[in-house]
């Protein structure tokens, strides 16, 4: 019951959000876009959608190797569990909905509750270490060829989501450590949810942070997934930087983009929406959207490649992964 309204109150901030930041974006150009979206080249918003998808199953194909176990989890059901949890992500501030519900989802499969909360821990460290890498690629990029402006207020927009996905990774090496350290990370951490007033239990830590120790300590015993987890995460993500580029190419520019501009301008958004504490991190990703690829789009044709990309890689995801979501319900009833 409690999941239920908290759905139903996240989409409904959600739904505001959308809203204004359509308001925002439509207010001056409405004309102007409508025209761009009566002339587009609807083969490329398809390959965009496919690069979409292949990330997306790119993880998928990650999640079927960490289990290891075809006759309960097929490559099928690990692909289908990552579009639902598009949803549970979209809807949840910090995509903090997604994680749990594969959990849910794999004891769905007969895995133990320890052994697939695991599995999506170790799916989750992939995802951080391939994040990382990739914005710090993104980082020394930009420091050598200085596409960006030196704006302040994105200077410090990226550097505190930067160093808050570094410290996530930190975080997890020190826990996979030692228990001893597991032990010292759980007090720092009651002490910061007591500040922020979040309402948790030195005991409820602990037992989060024992998960990613187990975890990392399956992991050392698989160093081949590791790498492979890894590489095929930093592919996922490259393939879904990359979708600005193709929708951009269906409104006949081929000349503003180039795909490593576009992968460090992606990047770059990633990084700052990693740490907007609402579902989608809406507001803060369109803004970051604008300010990262308007050094190389004109506003209007930005503004109507924005609607298209949010669409492809956020909402649309969403809609799909809540369908797969309802039939798997309805078919398992």
């Known amino acids: ?37 009566q002339t587009i080249d609807t083969k490329f918003i398809l390959v965009a959608f496919v690069f979409f998808a292949i990330s997306l199953s790119l993880k998928g194909y990650v999640n079927y190797k960490i289990a290891n176990n075809p006759e309960k989890y097929s490559l099928k059901e690990a692909i289908k569990h990552i579009w639902i949890t ?56 930009n420091l050598l060829f200085h596409i960006f402006p030196k704006v302040k207020l994105l200077q410090k927009l990226l550097l505190l989501g930067f160093a808050i996905n570094i410290a996530v990774v930190i ?35 602990e037992n989060k942070l024992e998960d990613y120790y187990n975890g990392f300590k399956e992991l050392k015993k698989r160093k081949n997934l ?43 958004v990633y990084v700052i929406g990693a740490f907007v504490p609402i579902p989608g991190a809406s507001g803060g990703i369109e803004y970051g959207f604008t300010q990262f690829f308007g050094n190389f789009i004109e506003k209007t044709q930005l503004s109507a490649v924005l609607l298209i990309w949010r669409f492809i890689t956020y909402y649309l995801g969403m809609i799909i992964g809540g ?11």
């Not at 749990?100 to 989750?124: C, D, R, W």
């Not at 350290?181 to 720092?188: A, E, Q």
């Open 86 to 141: 598009q949803f549970f992500n979209g809807v949840t501030p910090f995509a903090t909905g997604g994680q749990p519900m594969e959990v849910y989802m794999l004891t769905e499969h007969g895995f133990s509750l320890t052994k697939a909360t695991n599995q999506t821990i170790q799916s989750f460290i992939f995802y951080q270490i391939a994040l990382v890498i990739c914005g710090t690629i993104a980082v020394l990029y």
């Open 171 to 205: 975080i997890l090496l020190l826990i996979s450590y030692s228990k001893s350290m597991m032990k010292r990370l759980s007090k720092i951490g009651l002490f910061i949810a007591k500040k922020m007033k979040i309402k948790t239990t030195k005991e409820d830590i």
């Open 1 to 37: 019951m409690n999941i239920a309204k908290n759905i139903k109150k996240n989409t409904i901030v959600l739904i505001l959000i959308t809203i204004l930041v359509l308001f925002i974006v439509l207010k001056d150009d409405l004309g102007d876009i409508i025209k761009i979206f």
């Open 226 to 268: 590791l790498v492979t987890g890894i590489v095929l995460n930093i592919a996922s993500l490259l393939c879904l930087y990359m979708t600005p580029l193709w929708i951009l190419y269906s409104m006949r520019n081929f000349n503003s983009l180039t795909a490593i501009n576009t992968i460090t301008a992606s990047a770059y």
């Open 323 to 333: 369908i797969l979501f309802n039939i798997d319900k309805k078919v398992k009833e």
